[in-house]
């Protein structure tokens, strides 16, 4: 048993170093498995930064409205939102008395 051993060493080393790097190439923390899991984690998170992206200019952009030049008609929505003035989907008719533009 030893003498075969012996005179396959080098065969046997080989194999079990390949089985070592193979097994490490797929499991692990650098493996192929983790860095494809990795990949779809930062897929996610690119598209969450975009959607915060837009939710900060989007507030940034309320903001301007009631601090710089202050928009009458955006607080009129505001003020319909919250204290639930109207409805949603509601038609609002404006009407003119005579003399007027």
Avoid: A, P, W
């Avoid at 493996?31 to 930064?49: A, P």
């Avoid at 009631?66 to 003035?85: A, Q």
């Amino acid at each position: 048993m030893f003498d075969k051993i012996k005179k396959n060493y080098f065969i046997l080393i080989i194999t079990f170093l390949f089985i070592y790097f193979f097994f490490n190439l797929l499991g692990g923390d650098r493996g192929l498995i983790s860095y494809l899991k990795k990949k779809d984690i930062y897929k996610e998170l690119k598209i969450k930064q975009t959607d915060l992206k837009f939710k900060i200019q989007e507030l940034e952009h309320k903001n301007s409205l009631l601090t710089e030049n202050i928009d009458l008609d955006f607080i009129e929505i505001l003020i319909r939102d919250k204290f639930l003035f109207g409805k949603e989907g509601e038609t609002t008719y404006i009407i003119k008395q005579d003399g007027q533009n």
